[in-house]
DNA sequence: ATTTATTTGTAGTCACTATTACAAAATACC
DNA sequence: GGTATTTTGTAATAGTGACTACAAATAAAT
């Protein structure tokens, strides 16, 4: 399916760009867009700059590049979670504890990638960041909706404002027990506004 | 009883320490520690980097200073909300809605100058800011601690963590009324574990 | 008026940032 | 084997970060 017409002659890669996005990937996480360099991201290669600017571009480049391996591989799967077929505030509740869950998941890389994506310094990467954040909110709220109209808003902003708040927790060190009582509390508010 | 010994002589300062404070106070709330430079500091006072330094030290100096003003101006006065003579979930709540109101105040400046000093990259200005939160979560443990003590870990998580998510959405624009709405659902579950 | 203490303005240092010019090196194709 | 094509390594660029050396300027104290 990949035709790599462009890559038949000359010296080839010594270094896989998926891999790369990987590793990238894990720097992001651990210490934020805005505290990685490109210095710190060709040392981890193995590369140089040229190297590097050819396969991204840019260092937005790469992190819309993360961001899509992200979605592709670790973000909550919204549209497993969030189904048609159990009560909406039980869905809700089991998507805070996965978030838990996953922001606990690497201790050395707390929270949520593309929450604290949202507050780097970096116009283009928070806008990045923002973009994918807005559509994840959006889903949930039509989620909500199609069966609570008029506590969606309500609801949709509880649950957002919570997995920020866990994003944070988790990236200032609280483990999981921490994170999923808090998660368990905050599913009890669904429950009560959103009757099945 | 400001004894300036030292400034008997020589010339005059052009600018006052206290309002310099506070500008740089509102620089840092508005654009977060990082985001901020020195030049940005001394442009908005007018001053140039030499008297900065002679009066601050450094940037962290400066926002150790513009820290402690803030404790003493802005920060939420918890010792008056948590009192003794109410509810505990009540006074929680309570603090809940204050943190709401003050984080959307200043459509410029969203959110918590604490929590947001927080995610700095500096390490020291991060620390200084953990320092004062750790500080205030404490008090509120404490709190809690004093008429529940069993639940009290569990509660002061779970209110911590609504706080960051406060300060977090504040920042992304959300206004009162959406804040409101989400500090009173969690003041909710809060007076479910914390029966008076 | 002269001395003295202090702040100011100019200009610079040094480290680091993202990004790129250029030429040597290495491979696939003919 | 020769050539075309591409990546690589070296090194540089332009910009910005926090911070400072130094001498001129100023005003109080004498």
Not at 72 to 81: G, K, R
Not at 162 to 176: E, H, I, N, P, Q
Request: aromatic content about 6%.
């Amino acid at each position: 399916m990949t035709t790599n017409k462009s890559r038949t002659r000359g010296r080839p890669r010594r270094f896989d760009p998926e891999a790369a996005v990987a590793t990238a990937q894990r720097l992001f996480h651990a210490r934020g867009y805005d505290a990685v360099s490109v210095a710190d991201v060709t040392d981890a290669l193995g590369i140089n700059p040229p190297s590097f600017y050819a396969a991204f571009g840019s260092k937005v480049g790469l992190y819309q590049r993360v961001l899509d391996h992200w979605t592709d591989t670790e973000a909550i799967p919204l549209a497993d979670i969030l189904r048609a077929d159990v009560p909406v505030a039980t869905a809700l509740a089991a998507m805070l504890e996965d978030a838990a869950r996953r922001y606990a998941s690497d201790p050395a890389a707390g929270g949520c990638l593309v929450l604290e994506g949202t507050r780097c310094t970096d116009d283009g990467a928070r806008e990045a960041a923002l973009t994918l954040n807005l559509g994840a909110e959006s889903f949930i709220r039509d989620y909500i909706a199609a069966r609570h109209p008029e506590a969606a808003e309500e609801a949709a902003d509880f649950v957002s404002t919570t997995m920020s708040g866990l994003s944070a927790k988790a990236r200032a060190g609280y483990d999981l027990p921490r994170l999923l009582a808090t998660a368990r509390l905050a599913g009890r508010v669904l429950a009560q506004i959103l009757p099945a």
